[in-house]
Every structure is written in structure tokens, then in C-alpha cells.
């Protein structure tokens, strides 16, 4: 084979290999693009480690502009909640919050049947405890521990995760906001930690050695499929652990917020 067909040669596996590199680049973007993703999760735990009895409780939400994209969404992550229980969203002097209400917490276990029909679950009607059968698997008992409750909501844009500050929905009120050093695993050089401090209110009736715990959480989070699943994210939380009986009222309590957690493509969608 002389130089001349060599030369040819070379060419051809050149081209050769830059149109397959250039196909698997359209494949990789047209999955990157058709699996991208964005949304917001929002997630509020309320417990006492005694019976306590009117419950009212304001505690953040993920609010931007006064509007809050998940106030809507809010749900029960307990499909069969006591009728007692309700949550609702309310403007207070710190702006707008999630009201959450009880007549005690924990509840006293609730008892339902399943109604069916044309072969499918309708709907679960509450029962006494008479007529519970732990042998009849279309009724059930369920247990009140805690108030779980959270929400979800899509946006079509790419979500600012490092740096939602004023561009993205976050727990207010926030106070003395001050970096912090980042821990284990979130010490990569797109992350950064800020503490702050926030309100939330408790009030409630029950003996003076009752604590109550409060966790709060947000993620705002891009996704996507490239070769396996990929995601950038910030995350806001607030945690209050055994808050004693003597603090009721407004309370003050400590969130963080962690910003450019994850992996950042080049040429998101915006």
C-alpha cells in the first residue's frame, strides 16, 4: 500500500471516528435534554415525646417574592390522617407560613374498611376499633405518631442552585445569615453553607416535661439521564430537636442552607 492510499486511509478512519464521536454527542444531548428536570420538594415533621393537646404551629415555608410555589401542593404523607388534624397556609408578621392544627398529638389510632368497588379501591371509611379485624386484610389500623407532611412542584426552567438567594424560593424569615464550613460529603468547591436563624411557633397544652421536635426541609433540584442519573441541588433546612415546654410561643431556631451540591453540565436548559 503505497503513501498516496495510506494518506486515504487515515482520512477515512478519521472522518469515520468523527461522525460516530459526533452521533454518540447528538444521542448523549437529545437524552441529557428529553430527561432534564426540575422541581422543588418541601417536607415538614412535627412530634412530641408526650400526649399534648391544641396544637397550633406556624412553620416556614420556601417563599420568594411573598409566594411560596408549594403552598398549593401541601399533603398529608399519611393517606389516613385524623379528622382533628388540618394544615393550611396563613399570612403572620413574619409572612406567610404553614398552620398546622391538632387536637392531640400523638392521636389515638384511627381504624378503616376499604370500600370496593367494580374490583377497585374507591376510597377507606373510617370504623370503629369494634369492628377492626387484624385477620381482615380490607381493614386497617393506623397509627398518629407524627405530623409528616409534604409537597412537590415542577418548574420548566433550570432551577439556580448555586445561588438561589433572591433568584429562588427559601425559608424565610432568615436572620444573622453567616457562612459556615461545609461537612462531610459537601466540602466540593461548587458547595458553600450558610447558617441562619428563623421563627417558628409552637403553642400547645401538655405537661411541662414535654419536648417537641420540628424538621423542615427544600430541595431545589435539577435532573437529568446521561449514562445514569445525574443532579445539581440546593438544599434548606431547618431542624429544631426537643424544644422543652417552656419555649413556647414564637421561638427562634437555627436553619442552614447548602448551595451547588451535585454536578453542573455545560448549556443547561435555561
Given at each position: 500500500?503505497?503513501?498516496?492510499?495510506?494518506?486515504?486511509?487515515?482520512?477515512?478512519?478519521?472522518?469515520?471516528?468523527?461522525?460516530?464521536?459526533?452521533?454518540?454527542?447528538?444521542?448523549?444531548?437529545?437524552?441529557?435534554?428529553?430527561?432534564?428536570?426540575?422541581?422543588?420538594?418541601?417536607?415538614?415533621?412535627?412530634?412530641?415525646?408526650?400526649?399534648?393537646?391544641?396544637?397550633?404551629?406556624?412553620?416556614?415555608?420556601?417563599?420568594?417574592?411573598?409566594?411560596?410555589?408549594?403552598?398549593?401542593?401541601?399533603?398529608?404523607?399519611?393517606?389516613?390522617?385524623?379528622?382533628?388534624?388540618?394544615?393550611?397556609?396563613?399570612?403572620?408578621?413574619?409572612?406567610?407560613?404553614?398552620?398546622?392544627?391538632?387536637d392531640e398529638l400523638p392521636a389515638d389510632p384511627t381504624y378503616h374498611r376499604a370500600v370496593?368497588?367494580?374490583?377497585?379501591?374507591?376510597?377507606?371509611?373510617?370504623?370503629?376499633?369494634?369492628?377492626?379485624?387484624?385477620?381482615?386484610?380490607?381493614?386497617?389500623?393506623?397509627?398518629?405518631?407524627?405530623?409528616?407532611?409534604?409537597?412537590?412542584?415542577?418548574?420548566?426552567?433550570?432551577?439556580?442552585?448555586?445561588?438561589?438567594?433572591?433568584?429562588?424560593?427559601?425559608?424565610?424569615?432568615?436572620?444573622?445569615?453567616?457562612?459556615?464550613?461545609?461537612?462531610?460529603?459537601?466540602?466540593?468547591?461548587?458547595?458553600?453553607?450558610?447558617?441562619?436563624?428563623?421563627?417558628?411557633?409552637?403553642?400547645?397544652?401538655?405537661?411541662?416535661?414535654?419536648?417537641?421536635?420540628?424538621s423542615i426541609e427544600l430541595y431545589g433540584t435539577n435532573s437529568w439521564w446521561v449514562g445514569?442519573?445525574?443532579?445539581?441541588?440546593?438544599?434548606?433546612?431547618i431542624y429544631a430537636y426537643d424544644v422543652p415546654a417552656d419555649r413556647r410561643g414564637w421561638?427562634?431556631?437555627?436553619?442552614?442552607?447548602?448551595?451547588?451540591?451535585?454536578?453542573?453540565?455545560?448549556?443547561?436548559?435555561?
Amino acid at each position: 500500500m503505497n503513501r498516496r492510499t495510506l494518506g486515504i486511509v487515515a482520512i477515512v478512519v478519521v472522518l469515520v471516528v468523527a461522525v460516530a464521536a459526533g452521533g454518540l454527542w447528538a444521542v448523549g444531548r437529545l437524552s441529557f435534554l428529553d430527561s432534564y428536570g426540575s422541581q422543588y420538594d418541601y417536607s415538614v415533621r412535627v412530634s412530641a415525646d408526650e400526649p399534648i393537646s391544641n396544637v397550633t404551629m406556624f412553620v416556614p415555608l420556601p417563599v420568594e417574592n411573598n409566594s411560596s410555589p408549594v403552598a398549593a401542593n401541601v399533603e398529608s404523607r399519611e393517606y389516613l390522617i385524623p379528622e382533628t388534624w388540618s394544615y393550611d397556609v396563613v399570612d403572620t408578621q413574619y409572612g406567610p407560613m404553614l398552620r398546622i392544627r391538632a387536637d392531640e398529638l400523638p392521636a389515638d389510632p384511627t381504624y378503616h374498611r376499604a370500600v370496593i368497588e367494580n374490583d377497585r379501591l374507591v376510597r377507606w371509611e373510617q370504623i370503629s376499633e369494634r369492628e377492626y379485624d387484624q385477620n381482615d386484610a380490607n381493614t386497617v389500623r393506623v397509627e398518629h405518631d407524627a405530623v409528616d407532611l409534604y409537597a412537590d412542584a415542577t418548574v420548566n426552567r433550570s432551577i439556580d442552585t448555586r445561588s438561589p438567594e433572591g433568584t429562588e424560593p427559601i425559608f424565610e424569615p432568615r436572620q444573622n445569615v453567616r457562612a459556615v464550613p461545609c461537612e462531610w460529603p459537601h466540602e466540593a468547591d461548587e458547595t458553600r453553607c450558610y447558617a441562619y436563624d428563623s421563627m417558628v411557633y409552637l403553642q400547645y397544652d401538655g405537661p411541662e416535661t414535654t419536648t417537641v421536635s420540628v424538621s423542615i426541609e427544600l430541595y431545589g433540584t435539577n435532573s437529568w439521564w446521561v449514562g445514569g442519573w445525574n443532579y445539581n441541588e440546593y438544599t434548606d433546612r431547618i431542624y429544631a430537636y426537643d424544644v422543652p415546654a417552656d419555649r413556647r410561643g414564637w421561638v427562634v431556631v437555627e436553619g442552614e442552607l447548602q448551595t451547588g451540591v451535585g454536578n453542573y453540565p455545560r448549556n443547561p436548559p435555561q
